[in-house]
């Protein structure tokens, strides 16, 4: 590491090592000014990605000190979601991951309208145990997974993968080729997948954190060859606070 330190004092006009654990894994996180005459290198300008422990605990804190309804993300009903999944999966026994589905109705109202197998993925189990009080006793019903995707490694394989603003809150590229391996190790040949984040004419934040905006273009070759382009909608967004936020989808099948 006494290189990386040198490096590190090199480039900052002063620095400091915080301890944090994450996963299971003591860390050293170098936390420094830089030098204003020095350009910052390009892993440095996406530092303001959280580490895994600091994304966990702003979720939880988010939903816990929140209600669902009053986060800028909240739909009464998922009505784009709901109808691309319809479209583009209209066999019931289709398996179904929503990947961030924190307190998200999606997974409910699939659930009614007669889909089996389903799955919510979230990191917060703050929002998830919401989404499990929302539904009572059809939580029983869904599987409930608390995982950060970066580090995630799935036990089984979906039919559709659906993410509403996740990948877009992954600024740096190791964490979004992470997410690009726990995708691909989650679907089969033929799986449709629906991402969903803000446009280029979206907001620049979410939550406070920065994001990455796309389009449906873009957000596939993000994504590499292994998925095909199949389809693409927009959304203009309502926040509960009645601001409008542009959101691209993109629906995707694994080749």
């Not at 910052?40 to 996406?46: C, D, I, L, T």
């Not at 895994?52 to 209600?67: A, F, K, L, N, S």
């Not at 292994?226 to 606070?241: C, V, Y």
Request: aromatic share 10%.
């Amino acid at each position: 590491m006494g290189g990386n330190v040198r490096d590190a004092k090199a480039r900052c006009g002063f620095i400091r090592f915080a301890k944090k654990r994450a996963s299971g894994r003591l860390l050293l996180r170098a936390v420094c000014k830089l030098n204003p005459k020095q350009k910052p290198s390009k892993s440095e300008a996406f530092r303001d990605e959280p580490l895994t422990q600091d994304r966990r605990e702003h979720w939880d804190r988010v939903y816990g000190t929140r209600r669902e309804t009053e986060v800028s993300w909240f739909q009464s009903k998922p009505e784009l979601s709901l109808a691309l999944i319809r479209e583009y999966a209209p066999d019931k026994t289709a398996s179904v991951i929503d990947i961030g589905g924190g307190a998200s109705l999606l997974t409910a109202e699939l659930l009614r309208a007669g889909y089996r197998d389903l799955t919510a993925l979230d990191i917060s189990a703050e929002a998830l145990e919401r989404a499990k009080a929302n539904i009572r006793s059809e939580a029983a019903n869904i599987e409930w997974i608390v995982a950060d995707i970066t580090e995630w490694k799935p036990a089984r394989r979906w039919n559709v993968w659906h993410d509403r603003a996740v990948f877009h809150f992954l600024t740096e590229p190791a964490s979004q080729d992470a997410y690009i391996r726990a995708f691909h190790a989650a679907t089969s040949p033929g799986a449709i997948a629906i991402i969903s984040g803000f446009a280029p004419d979206g907001p620049e934040k979410c939550s406070g954190l920065p994001v990455v905006r796309y389009d449906a273009n873009s957000l596939s070759k993000r994504i590499g060859e292994g998925f095909e382009l199949i389809a693409e909608k927009r959304e203009a967004h309502r926040t509960p606070g009645g601001l409008e936020q542009k959101f691209y989808y993109a629906v995707l099948r694994k080749r």
